[in-house]
Each structure stands twice: as structure tokens, then as C-alpha cells.
């Protein structure tokens, strides 16, 4: 059975080591040198990047996120080990690890991390469709001829590069289609690779929870238990006609997964719709000071991320949570698109001004819709603001000193609010 090493890139007949540099981290399966469907998922990633600018964290539970009110963005793989997750409520975190550190995003520094992934990447296809900033699939049909080497250990080789140049690490799910590489991508996390074949496919699915579908959330996953489908071999006893009556256009998805059938092809050009940041509150809050602060630093974030993709947008969002948990939202379209944090804030703070709510709010949210590449952005000046060129050329320069020194190198006097 054809094997890689994934340290030494040696590919060999299976072994329990590789007959090279003898470790045992090898990947092997019939098919391993003919398929070509990727997903590359970082392990922690935002994590994962303050241990590498922080070493003196390397050993400690490392959680990025909100406050006491806020939720886990990431915990590293010590915190998850203690019960840590994404989305976690962060008093439920903190009352599993209590001696984690506890970190506030720093999205300019993870931005630029992804942008050297995916320089990377290109060196290996120009099919390459980004989930976000630290996961994308890749297309490496025909590419063989190109490099000299199978997809497989091309994959292996992104994933030590990653490692030795960027000080991050990333898992790796190789198949014949999307919905199978992204599932694979997680079956051994982290510094993982798997490998889901045409001909295992259906014995690796026969008994796998139907959880593992990609987008069934709880509301989903509550029908489908009603329906008593928990595995993928309750979902093969359903004909096709059966199951479109009773879950409409998700029953024909739910039929082709059933059988690893995903005819989706990798999309370079796949629209990203929308960018937003939010914050959830240590305390319910009324203080336009404290929420202006927030207005800032939410669209200085949104900004960072259009800027990291090359993108802008023409509508800004503003979202605001009551005490009540009632949620408020309001919109306004720009006369040009921006990614500049600036146009951003000045947008939200309009659109808080015109809310007529007082609060106390829970949670505040910026977001930008509507986009487009970059190249059609901040172009036209605005005749009844003459001071907005100055202050885009300021945060252009803002930007490059940041980039250099690090995101906390300029704060804005209203950001520290």
C-alpha cells in the first residue's frame, strides 16, 4: 500500500515507520497518490499565533476571546483538553481552566499569518477556495506533472513549510470530493492528515453520526432525531422521495452525502458576503463613551479584515443587543464602497445616534455588506467632509506602522474608552 512520510517526505510501501528517518508519522491508503480534493484546516490558529509571538505561553491554556460575558473565538489544544470549546459561554471556559490566559484578538496579526498561508497555497494550485482565514480547500488535479510529486506530498510539504517559516501548524483532509476532505481535515487534529478514499467511502460513513454533515446546526440535528436519523446508515433506509418530502432541499443533500456523493466543485471565486465583528459586554451598559469605544474598535477590526482580503463594502451594519436580549438592527448604504475603519465608524455611530434607544445594550456589533474587490474603494472624495483624504492617508500610514510593530503600535484616543 503506497505511504508518505509526512517529516521526511519519503514515500515507501507501508510500514509502521518510516524506513528513512523511521517515524511514525506516516499516512497511507491505496488510493493516497491519486486523489486531489483538499481541505487545510490550522490547528488553534489564533492561538496558535500568540504561543508563537509569546513563547512564554507555549505550556500554558491559551484562550482568544471576549471578557466574562463574551464567548471563546479559540482555545488551544491544552484549554480544550480541560473542556474548552469555540463558542463556549467565558465564565463556562474559566470555570473549567481557571488558569488560562486569556488573550483579546489581534485579527491584523492573524490577517497577515493567512495571507503568507496562502501565498503558500498558490505556489501549489490556483484553485483554492478560503473558508476563512485559517481554513481553505484546495483543487490539485493536474498539478503532479507541475511539481514533480503527487498532491499528497505536496500537502505534506505546505504543512512542514507552515510550520518552519510561520511557526504554525495545520491538518490536512485529502479525498475525492469537498464534503469528505472536510470531514478527514478533523479526524486527527492536530498536525493531522487523513485520507478518505473512493473505495473506503461507504464503509467509512456506514456508522458515522450525521452530525458530521457540514451546516446541520441544532435545529437540523433536533429534525433528524425526531426523523430517527442519527447515523449515516439510518439516512441510506430513506429513498430520496421519502426524504425531500420531509426535509425539502436539504432531504436531496442529505441523500448524496449519505453516499459521499459531493458534486460541489473548488471555487477560487466563491463571494465572501459579508464581514462583521461584535462584542458581548462584561456588564449591560448605557455609557456612549464606554459604547462608542466599542463602535470604534468593532469597525477597526471589520476594516482589518477588508483589508486582509482585498475587499470593501458599500452597507454598514449596526447590531445591538438589549438586556432584554431583544436585538436592534440598522443599516445604512454608503455612496462608495470603503474598507477604511474611519468611513466605518463615522456609519455606526450615525446609525447608533439614529437608534432612539437608550439601552442599557448587552452586546454591539459592526458589520460591512455588500462588497466588492478593493481596487473599487475610497475613490471619490467627499465634498461635505474635506478632512476625509487626510485622515485615510492617516490610517494608511496607521496601518504600515502597526504591520511593522504590531497591532497595539497606534491606538486611537477613543479606542482606549
Not at 508518505?4 to 519519503?10: E, F, K, M, P
Not at 486531489?36 to 508563537?52: L, P
Not at 483579546?104 to 501565498?119: C, D, H, L
Not at 466599542?294 to 482580503?309: G, L
Amino acid at each position: 500500500m503506497p505511504a508518505l512520510c509526512r517529516d521526511c517526505l519519503t514515500t515507501f510501501e507501508t510500514g509502521p515507520r518510516c524506513p528513512a528517518c523511521r517515524s511514525p508519522r506516516i499516512v497511507a491508503d491505496p488510493e493516497l497518490f491519486s486523489l486531489t480534493i483538499a481541505h487545510m484546516d490550522c490547528d488553534a490558529f489564533y492561538a496558535s499565533v500568540e504561543k508563537r509571538d509569546h513563547p512564554e505561553l507555549a505550556d500554558k491554556p491559551v484562550i482568544i476571546g471576549g471578557g466574562r460575558r463574551g464567548v471563546v473565538s479559540t482555545a488551544c489544544y491544552i484549554a480544550r483538553i480541560r473542556g474548552v470549546r469555540s463558542a463556549m459561554p467565558m465564565f463556562q471556559a474559566l470555570r473549567l481552566c481557571p488558569d488560562a490566559v486569556v488573550l483579546k484578538p489581534r485579527m491584523s496579526a492573524y490577517a497577515e499569518v493567512s495571507r503568507q498561508i496562502r501565498t503558500m497555497m498558490e505556489e501549489l494550485t490556483p484553485a483554492i477556495q478560503p473558508l476563512s482565514l485559517d481554513e481553505a480547500f484546495m483543487d490539485l488535479s493536474g498539478t503532479q506533472r507541475l511539481h514533480g510529486a503527487p498532491p499528497a506530498v505536496m500537502l505534506a510539504r505546505l504543512t512542514r513549510r507552515m510550520k518552519a517559516e510561520l511557526g504554525v501548524t495545520g491538518s490536512i483532509g485529502l479525498s475525492h470530493n469537498k464534503f469528505l476532505a472536510k470531514v478527514a481535515s478533523d479526524l486527527d487534529k492536530p498536525r493531522g492528515f487523513s485520507v478518505i478514499s473512493r473505495a473506503g467511502t461507504a464503509a467509512f460513513l456506514q456508522d458515522k453520526p450525521v452530525r458530521l454533515i457540514w451546516g446541520i446546526g441544532p435545529a437540523a440535528q433536533d429534525s433528524l432525531d425526531r426523523a430517527g436519523i442519527r447515523s449515516f446508515s439510518d439516512l441510506l433506509r430513506w429513498d430520496r422521495e421519502a426524504l425531500n418530502a420531509r426535509f425539502g432541499a436539504m432531504g436531496e443533500r442529505l441523500y448524496h452525502l449519505a453516499r459521499g456523493e459531493d458534486r460541489r466543485r473548488v471555487s477560487a471565486h466563491e463571494p465572501v458576503k459579508s464581514l462583521s465583528n461584535e462584542t458581548t459586554f462584561h456588564a449591560d451598559t448605557a455609557d456612549p463613551d464606554i459604547l462608542d469605544g466599542h463602535i470604534w474598535r468593532m469597525a477597526e477590526k471589520v476594516a482589518d479584515r477588508a483589508k486582509a482580503r482585498g475587499l470593501a463594502g458599500r452597507v454598514v451594519t449596526l447590531k445591538l443587543k438589549r438586556a432584554d436580549h431583544r436585538i436592534l438592527t440598522r443599516r445604512s448604504a454608503l455612496h462608495d464602497a470603503t474598507q477604511m475603519a474611519d468611513t466605518l465608524y463615522r456609519s455606526a455611530r450615525a446609525l447608533f445616534d439614529q437608534a432612539g434607544d437608550a439601552g442599557p445594550y448587552r452586546l454591539l456589533g459592526v458589520g460591512l455588506s455588500d462588497l466588492r474587490p478593493e481596487a473599487e474603494a475610497d475613490r471619490e472624495g467627499d465634498l461635505l467632509d474635506p478632512g476625509a483624504a487626510r485622515r485615510g492617508a492617516a490610517e494608511r500610514a496607521t496601518d504600515r506602522i502597526r504591520a511593522r510593530f504590531g497591532s497595539d503600535a497606534i491606538l486611537k484616543g477613543r479606542a482606549l474608552r
